[in-house]
């Protein structure tokens, strides 16, 4: 008869570097997160931008007829772009 001793190491309850790794992943997903954030803030401001100078264009086109209409313009476009 031939013994065979095994034996079996003690279980891990966690795995080595297991919370590291959770930690920066977790601080990478939350890094993306701000930079998309970020970048929908500025396509939102750039079509604001964007918005205010085709308001500007018409105003231009209709401050020869009345200046005042275009004035109202000019500052609606002022408040359209810091909104």
């Known amino acids: 008869m031939t013994l ?5 190491p ?4 966690e795995p080595r570097g297991a919370r590291m790794a959770v930690e920066a992943v977790l601080a ?18 750039r079509g604001r931008l964007a918005e205010a100078a085709q308001v500007r264009a018409m105003a231009r086109e209709i401050a020869g007829h ?14 359209h772009e810091r909104r």
């Open 10 to 13: 003690a279980q891990i309850s």
């Open 28 to 45: 990478l997903c939350g890094a993306v997160a701000a930079l998309r954030r970020g970048l929908a803030r500025h396509r939102a401001y």
């Open 66 to 79: 009345d200046p005042r209409v275009a004035a109202e313009l000019y500052a609606a476009a002022d408040r």
């Open 4 to 8: 065979i001793t095994i034996h079996a």
